[in-house]
């Protein structure tokens, strides 16, 4: 991940004013006190997969607050995932307050205040979510605001907060199609982490549908490669009937035979981008994503993405 601001690099006296201001571009508007404003040492680390920002900060001892003010010119729309890499921090959102400890996880949402205090060597990894891609997973992100996640209290938080971890050191140098595999699969973790965390009792409705959504996409990205995948096998691996899980699918704008299609093509489309694979041919990519009719796939792949299989390799490659 690239620094992009350190307090090392300025003036002390400028060092609080300008980092806050940093802080405030790159993550969400806020107010900020430091604990020792002529002691104060901060750095800010950044980097993107896909359209989801991950930035790294750390700094000495502060209070912030993200207010009612704040929230009302909040401009993007975005979820906070946090995991805390270092030190301590004590937050309050929504009524919940909560402590990080190093590996622990949370989801933090800027229309809403916010009060958090940065303990010693307190160094945090976030990730602003575009809102949709994980409500879509997850239906109202309310519920999972402000849980602390323990790495230790269920194997899916560990791998979670695991795979969040390795995140700074590998982020900056994925290429695109990486960036967006390794983005779908932080959501898809994120978002089973999440819908675990507010599990129990009695799910609301719309969290038992969230729950049917992501054991149907899951059924469909673990058999992709299956030319013989339909409907029925998805909703038998899911556990619920085709008729349940299409209406489900159906407040996307979505079923199980499209998503199966578009979910095809998507892969296909990141592996004729990707230059390690350009061994393969078109074909090879095509049947290993589970298409068994080369002249359906091509007018399907040109119709979602504008060019032949073949011509859109080749513009890709010539982009690079």
């Given amino acids: 991940m690239k620094t992009i601001f350190s307090t090392a690099d300025v003036h002390r006296r400028d060092a609080f004013d300008y980092w806050h201001e940093a802080l405030c571009r790159k993550v969400i508007p806020h107010d900020c006190t430091p604990e020792d404003r002529l002691i104060f040492a901060a750095e800010i680390r950044s980097a993107f997969l896909a359209d989801t920002a991950v930035v790294q900060?750390?700094?000495?001892?502060?209070?912030?607050?993200?207010?009612?003010?704040?929230?009302?010119?909040?401009?993007?729309?975005?979820?906070?995932?946090?995991?805390?890499?270092?030190?301590?921090?004590?937050?309050?959102?929504?009524?919940?307050?909560?402590?990080?400890?190093?590996?622990?996880?949370?989801?933090?949402?800027?229309?809403?205040p916010m009060r958090g205090k940065y303990l010693k060597g307190a160094k945090q990894l976030v990730l602003k979510v575009p809102r949709l891609h994980l409500e879509a997973r997850v239906g109202d992100a309310r519920q999972a605001v402000a849980r602390p996640i323990?790495?230790?209290?269920?194997?899916?938080?560990?791998?979670?907060?695991?795979?969040?971890?390795?995140?700074?050191?590998?982020?900056?140098?994925?290429?695109?199609?990486?960036?967006?595999?390794?983005?779908?699969?932080?959501?898809?973790?994120?978002?089973?982490?999440?819908m675990k965390a507010i599990g129990g009792g009695r799910p609301l409705l719309s969290s038992a549908r969230s729950i049917v959504l992501i054991n149907v996409r899951t059924a469909i990205e673990t058999r992709?490669?299956?030319?013989?995948?339909?409907?029925?096998?998805?909703?038998?691996?899911?556990?619920?009937?085709?008729?349940?899980?299409?209406?489900?699918?159906?407040?996307?704008?979505?079923?199980?035979?499209?998503?199966?299609?578009?979910?095809?093509?998507?892969?296909?489309?990141?592996?004729?981008?990707?230059?390690?694979?350009?061994?393969?041919?078109?074909?090879?990519?095509?049947?290993?994503?589970?298409?068994?009719?080369?002249?359906?796939?091509?007018?399907?792949?040109?119709?979602?993405?504008g060019s032949l299989p073949s011509e859109y390799r080749r513009l890709s490659k010539s982009s690079v």
Wanted: net charge negative; aromatic share 8%; charged share 20%.
């Fill in 57 to 112: 900060y750390e700094s000495t001892p502060m209070q912030n607050d993200v207010t009612v003010r704040h929230v009302a010119h909040a401009g993007a729309d975005e979820l906070l995932v946090r995991r805390q890499m270092t030190g301590v921090f004590v937050a309050e959102q929504d009524g919940r307050s909560i402590v990080l400890e190093p590996g622990d996880i949370t989801l933090f949402d800027p229309r809403r």
């Fill in 150 to 194: 323990k790495p230790f209290e269920e194997a899916e938080y560990g791998l979670t907060s695991a795979y969040l971890a390795m995140l700074p050191t590998y982020a900056d140098g994925l290429g695109a199609a990486a960036a967006e595999v390794v983005r779908d699969q932080i959501l898809d973790l994120v978002a089973v982490t999440l």
């Fill in 224 to 305: 992709l490669s299956n030319p013989a995948l339909d409907a029925k096998t998805v909703a038998a691996a899911a556990g619920v009937s085709v008729r349940y899980a299409n209406a489900v699918l159906a407040e996307s704008g979505t079923s199980i035979t499209r998503l199966i299609w578009a979910r095809r093509l998507e892969h296909c489309r990141r592996a004729l981008e990707d230059p390690s694979q350009l061994h393969r041919t078109v074909s090879e990519v095509a049947y290993g994503w589970g298409f068994s009719d080369m002249t359906h796939f091509g007018r399907s792949f040109r119709a979602t993405y």
